[in-house]
């Protein structure tokens, strides 16, 4: 199904949405992914940065579908109140996930989730366990804990080795705060498949916590993929993570959620920060309810990434297979220099993800933007051998 997008989505960002944009902004943009700055800062006007084909940090290029625009522009009423009505939106969480509200925990983005998660479950000298690269920011957040963090390297075909994962916990097991499992992983794109879960889960002391990072959940086409929500529902120590900064479009506006045993959000909660805003908390209910808009975006995102992919194949550049609204291609030389490079062509990519530092990640943008990006790629390098079985 396809959802139309009218003008008066356009009418809105250019009025409150805009002015509300722009008091966040620096007067000075700089160019480069959350999580990591490169070591040249660049920096550019707001004209210049909207001009940009922006496929740098996996956001929705779509922006929000009417009926989140409407159910925020409506509650802007609230702007200027504390004890403002919220539009349920724990309850509406839970009741789309069949959990009782005491499960469900919000934050400014699921980025708060996995601050909090490392602030409460990190204390006493406790380590995390988990992959690299997998989302970084989970690493720097322990690392200003001071907390240690087992790392463990991916496997050949890029996916998170579980059976490594049991040893590590075993072999630390009094000192392991919680695991990491990115779900699809940031930045490969791979899936952890519900029958590895579940052997992680069996195989480590049931008293670990595991956090599950489910921020892609919603572009996942594999069948061997599931979210990890029903182990909640049997109460294990399991922390599922979720965002609308993804599929919903909403990642300026910073809305995420933590669904979890009540005991382990126990343990969480006096670490939030409450900083969630009236506005995107009436947009992120009527993102739950607007199932078509995701519909939609997923279809279009993974015909793009098909696309896009199928023609580096062709080039004779190797991608790796990908769940999300991102990849990574094979460049055979470092990226740092070539993210510039793009940077140069007005297109943002991603930051570099050691020690990937041969991989680019691309998200997937609009049409015409990945269609720039093509263009830039194919200036930047020669074409190649084709790839075998490149459609």
Same mark, same amino acid.
């Given at each position: 199904?396809?959802v139309?997008?009218?003008?008066?989505?356009?009418?809105f960002?250019?009025?409150?949405?805009t002015a509300?944009?722009?008091?966040?902004?620096?007067?000075?943009?700089?160019?480069?992914?959350?999580?990591?700055?490169?070591?040249?800062?660049?920096q550019?006007?707001?004209a210049?940065?909207?001009a940009?084909?922006?496929?740098?940090n996996?956001e929705?290029?779509y922006?929000p579908?009417e009926?989140?625009?409407?159910?925020?522009?409506?509650a802007f009423?609230?702007?200027?109140?504390?004890?403002?009505?919220?539009?349920g939106?724990v309850?509406?969480?839970?009741k789309h996930h069949?959990v009782?509200?005491?499960?469900?925990?919000?934050?400014a983005g699921?980025?708060?989730?996995?601050?909090?998660?490392c &602030?409460a479950l990190?204390?006493?000298?406790?380590?995390?366990?988990?992959?690299e690269?997998?989302?970084?920011?989970?690493?720097?957040n322990?690392?200003?804990?001071?907390?240690d963090?087992?790392?463990?390297?991916?496997?050949?075909?890029?996916?998170?080795?579980?059976?490594a994962m049991?040893?590590?916990?075993?072999?630390n097991?009094?000192?392991?705060? =919680?695991?990491?499992?990115?779900?699809p992983n940031n930045?490969t794109g791979?899936?952890?498949?519900?029958?590895?879960?579940?052997?992680?889960?069996?195989?480590?002391?049931?008293?670990?916590?595991?956090?599950?990072?489910e921020a892609?959940?919603?572009?996942v086409?594999?069948?061997?993929?599931?979210?990890?929500?029903?182990?909640?529902?049997?109460g294990?120590?399991?922390i599922?993570?979720?965002?609308?900064s993804?599929i919903?479009a909403l990642?300026?506006?910073?809305?995420g959620?933590?669904v979890a045993?009540?005991?382990l959000?126990?343990?969480m909660?006096p670490f939030?920060?409450g900083?969630?805003?009236?506005?995107?908390?009436w947009?992120?209910?009527?993102?739950l309810n607007d199932?078509?808009?995701q519909?939609?975006?997923?279809?279009?995102?993974?015909?793009?990434r098909?696309k896009?992919?199928?023609?580096?194949?062709?080039?004779?550049y190797?991608?790796?297979p990908?769940?999300?609204?991102?990849?990574?291609?094979?460049?055979?030389?470092?990226v740092?220099p070539?993210?510039?490079? =793009?940077?140069k062509?007005?297109?943002?990519?991603?930051?570099? =993800?050691?020690?990937?530092l041969?991989?680019?990640?691309?998200?997937?943008g609009?049409?015409?933007?990945?269609?720039?990006f093509? &263009?830039?790629?194919?200036e930047i =390098?020669?074409?190649?051998?084709?790839?075998?079985?490149a459609?």
């Open positions: 199904m396809n139309v997008y009218p003008v008066s989505r356009r009418r960002f250019g009025g409150v949405a509300v944009g722009y008091l966040s902004l620096k007067p000075h943009l700089r160019l480069w992914s959350q999580g990591a700055a490169p070591a040249r800062r660049s550019t006007t707001v210049e940065y909207d940009m084909a922006k496929l740098a996996n929705n290029p922006g579908p009926s989140v625009l409407k159910a925020m522009t409506d009423k609230y702007a200027n109140r504390y004890g403002y009505p919220d539009g939106i309850d509406a969480i839970a069949g009782p509200p005491e499960n469900v925990m919000l934050g699921s980025g708060e989730i996995l601050s909090i998660a &602030t990190l204390q006493d000298d406790k380590k995390v366990v988990g992959v690269p997998s989302y970084n920011v989970l690493y720097q322990a690392a200003a804990l001071k907390a963090q087992i790392k463990l390297p991916l496997l050949k075909d890029y996916r998170q080795d579980i059976p049991i040893r590590a916990v075993k072999h097991y009094r000192d392991v705060g =919680f695991v990491y499992l990115c779900n930045p791979r899936t952890v498949s519900k029958q590895e879960v579940a052997q992680l889960l069996d195989g480590i002391p049931d008293d670990v916590p595991v956090l599950i990072d892609y959940h919603h572009f086409e594999d069948p061997s993929y599931a979210t990890s929500l029903p182990y909640v529902l049997q294990r120590q399991v599922i993570a979720r965002t609308f993804k919903s990642a300026g506006m910073r809305l959620y933590a045993p009540r005991e959000l126990q343990r909660r939030g920060t900083t969630i805003n009236a506005i995107v908390k947009g992120g209910v009527a993102a199932t078509a808009s519909a939609w975006v997923k279809k279009v995102n993974n015909e793009l098909s896009t992919t199928a023609q580096l194949h062709a080039m004779g190797e991608t790796i990908s769940e999300c609204n991102f990849f990574m291609v094979h460049i055979r030389k470092p740092q070539v993210i510039e490079e =793009f940077r062509k007005g297109v943002l990519v991603g930051r570099p =993800f050691p020690p990937m041969e991989h680019l990640r691309v998200s997937i609009t049409p015409e933007e990945m269609g720039r093509m &263009t830039a790629f194919r =390098f020669p074409a190649g051998k084709a790839a075998s079985g459609k």
